[in-house]
T-cell receptor, first 112, second 113 residues
Framework: DVKVTQSSRYLVKRTGEKVFLECVQD?????MFWYRQDPGLGLRLIYF???????EKGDIPEGYSVSREKKERFSLILESASTNQTSMYLC???????????FGPGTRLTVL | GEDVEQSLFLSVREGDSSVINCTYT??????LYWYKQEPGAGLQLLTY?????DMKQDQRLTVLLNKKDKHLSLRIADTQTGDSAIYFC?????????????FGAGTRLAVHP
């Protein structure tokens, strides 16, 4: 059974804090993705990675960075959290030859 | 336009059919997907259709694809309360050297008795 896990389901942080969201997949997928989901806007791609130590900006990378030190793990970093980063964050992974993505359960982040 | 578009809400009576519509933008999309998101959960793949197909049926689900109009629909027969969820359509788009999924805003399906 394929599995993408995210470190927290709910997270509350204060403005200015550094925030780490972790994602782990056990499917040996090369590609990993971070999205944020907001009502009425659907999913928007923040960053993705197609290999270890490789990263590419998505559509809304501002205010975020990522780290991919191991194939199975992809971290999203908010260097200095702001209230407009309150959102649901979804991680996904896939094989490079396939466009189907497998999603984690999501992390609902609230920045106060 | 650039966006994948869906209506935001749909309300149906239990036992009726639900039809969720989507328009996409990239005529070269190889696959089009429907994902389902239940409350508090991530997205799970519901079904997909290859771009050279017009229709795909999978139990209670029927996907129709009109490539000329770039229109995709998902029909759920005999809708049940367990079908209440947000449904996202997504197209594949080749951009910047990579295949990406572009999602619609999601249609919230409410099933009432």
């Amino acid at each position: 059974d394929v599995k993408v896990t995210q470190s927290s389901r709910y997270l509350v942080k204060r403005t200015g804090e550094k925030v780490f969201l972790e994602c782990v997949q056990d499917m040996d997928h090369e590609n990993m993705f971070w999205y944020r989901q907001d009502p009425g806007l659907g999913l928007r791609l923040i960053y993705f990675s197609y290999d270890v130590k490789m990263k590419e900006k998505g559509d809304i990378p501002e205010g975020y960075s990522v780290s991919r030190e191991k194939k199975e793990r992809f971290s999203l970093i908010l260097e200095s959290a702001s209230t407009n980063q309150t959102s649901m964050y979804l991680c996904a992974s896939s094989f490079p030859s396939q466009s189907e993505q497998f999603f984690g359960p999501g992390t609902r982040l609230t920045v106060l | 336009g650039e966006d994948v578009e869906q209506s935001l809400f749909l309300s149906v009576r239990e036992g009726d059919s639900s039809v969720i519509n989507c328009t996409y933008t990239d005529s070269s999309s190889t696959y089009l997907y429907w994902y389902k998101q239940e409350p508090g959960a991530g997205l799970q793949l519901l079904t997909y259709i290859f771009s050279n197909m017009d229709m795909k049926q999978d139990q209670r689900l029927t996907v129709l694809l009109n490539k000329k109009d770039k229109h995709l629909s998902l029909r759920i027969a005999d809708t049940q309360t367990g079908d209440s969820a947000i449904y996202f359509c997504a197209e594949t788009r080749f951009s910047g050297g990579y295949n990406k999924l572009i999602f619609g805003a999601g249609t919230r399906l409410a099933v009432h008795p």
